[in-house]
């Protein structure tokens, strides 16, 4: 899969873990955005590098999927925890 791929890719992943996380978060939309682009090549590198799963080539298979969600939800999670009381 190309870098713009995984950009697409970290974009809904970005928002789907925003709805499985719903809640205010200290960047917003765009915070969100970025976090779901970076949470998709950490997920990706993770699963390829620790959990034995190479990244497939195609866009729509499932793990590829899951990593990048689960990715984003972990960068959201400590996001959140670092950032959380910013926009106070």
């Not at 899969?1 to 719903?22: D, Q, R, Y």
């Not at 809640?23 to 997920?43: K, N, V, W």
């Not at 990244?55 to 298979?61: A, M, N, R, Y």
């Amino acid at each position: 899969m190309s870098i713009i791929g995984w950009i697409i890719l970290g974009l809904l992943a970005g928002a789907i873990a925003k709805v499985l996380l719903p809640g205010r978060d200290p960047g917003g939309f765009i915070g969100t955005t970025l976090i779901g682009i970076a949470g998709a090549f950490i997920g990706g590198w993770i699963s390829a590098r620790w959990l034995d799963h190479p990244v497939s080539k195609q866009f729509f298979d499932g793990a590829t999927w899951t990593a990048a969600i689960g990715g984003s939800l972990v960068l959201l999670i400590l996001y959140r925890l670092l950032f959380g009381n910013s926009r106070d």
